[in-house]
């Protein structure tokens, strides 16, 4: 018998949605608008009403600001935040 291959899902920095500034940390195309990361990290996530998902409106400084888009990014329930490294 073989094993059952485990598949992460992580977000894609190639399905990064275009409102996103630059920056570390960013939302893809997989987005279902469920309003976590907007309500988690509020200053830092806004919902782009025409396409109906959030995209990353400023980018986080300093550690506070970095562990509230974290904590978003990890909360996210379709892993649609990603975190580039930059």
Known sequence: MGTTPIYTTMADI????????????????????????????????????????????KQPVTDEEIALCTEAMEGCPVQAIGDDGE
Do not use: H, M, Q, W
């Open 14 to 57: 190639d399905d990064k949605t275009e409102k996103n500034v630059p920056g570390k940390f960013y939302v893809d195309c997989n987005c279902i608008d469920c309003d976590l990361c907007r309500e988690t990290a509020a200053d830092f996530f806004a919902r782009d009403d025409d396409e109906g998902l959030s995209y990353v409106c």
